[in-house]
Nanobody, 124 residues
Framework: QVQLVESGGGLVQPGGSLRLSCAASGRMFSLNAMGWFRQAPGKEREFVSAISYTGSTMYGPDSVKGRFTISRDNAKKSVYLQMNSLKPDDTALYYC?????????????????WGQGTQVTVSS
């Protein structure tokens, strides 16, 4: 069983930065592709980014490309999302997710493991 715990969310002004962390437990972590999703009130869960065990990455909406960077530390069983130049539209609950398998995926249904989420609010 894999458990995921996110941290690092908070309130930030537009243009600011945050680094989200996701700590995983369970021995399967190094084999799993990991992802970040977000969900704003009244909207569907949206794919943000994913990373494979070997460090291959994939990003979702064009709005995050160039501003967000996903990374992982397999030794620490952790995944990170560095978010720069934050905008009010980035406000959402951010979830860490893990797959059974190494293939990157952009749909929530492809992920078996989920954290509880960490809130990111971008506001002046």
């Amino acid at each position: 069983q894999v458990q995921l715990v996110e941290s690092g969310g908070g309130l930030v002004q537009p243009g600011g930065s945050l680094r989200l962390s996701c700590a995983a437990s369970g021995r399967m972590f190094s084999l799993n592709a990991m992802g970040w999703f977000r969900q704003a009130p009244g909207k569907e869960r949206e794919f943000v980014s994913a990373i494979s065990y070997t460090g291959s990455t994939m990003y979702g909406p064009d709005s995050v490309k160039g501003r967000f960077t996903i990374s992982r530390d397999n030794a620490k069983k952790s995944v990170y999302l560095q978010m720069n130049s934050l905008k009010p539209d980035d406000t959402a609950l951010y979830y860490c997710a893990g797959r059974v398998g190494s293939i990157l995926a952009a749909t929530p249904e492809a992920y078996a493991y989920w954290g509880q989420g960490t809130q990111v609010t971008v506001s002046s």
